[in-house]
């Protein structure tokens, strides 16, 4: 199993990314899956998660980025992507993305998979 992020980089505040989450050994869409970041010095953040159950989808999105930050899949292309507008400075950090081996473990934020990460910067 592989997850791999993309997409990140060095942006202005206001200024928009799209990250990018890309598996292999595993279809996305029959996973929980997420965005977390880590900023230095600081824990690990859940920033959003997306699963599918019955034909139906479920995304939740943190508190601290609610209404800036979406989280979608593409299953043609078994990516994840976090869509990010209105970049603030805080925004800084390494994004990861990860799967979950079941839905139980994904709403206990215990994910079985993980990518490298991506680094974001938001200068101000």
């Known amino acids: 199993v592989q997850l791999v992020e993309s997409g990140g980089g060095l942006v202005q505040a206001g200024g928009s990314l799209r990250l990018s989450c890309t598996a292999s050994?595993?279809?996305?869409?029959?996973?929980?899956v997420a965005w977390f970041r880590q900023a230095p010095g600081r824990e690990r953040e859940f920033v959003a998660a997306?699963?599918?159950?019955?034909?139906?989808?479920?995304?939740t999105i943190g508190d601290s980025v609610m209404g800036r930050f979406t989280i979608s899949e593409d299953n043609t292309k078994n990516t994840l992507y976090l869509q990010i507008h209105n970049l603030k400075p805080e925004d800084t950090a390494v994004y990861y993305c990860?799967?979950?081996?079941?839905?139980?473990?994904?709403?206990?934020?215990?994910?079985?998979?993980w990518g490298q990460g991506t680094q974001v910067t938001v200068s101000s």
């Open positions: 990860g799967a979950s081996s079941s839905w139980i473990r994904a709403s206990r934020q215990e994910y079985d998979y």
């Open positions: 050994g595993l279809t996305l869409g029959f996973y929980p």
């Open positions: 997306f699963r599918r159950n019955n034909g139906n989808t479920y995304r």
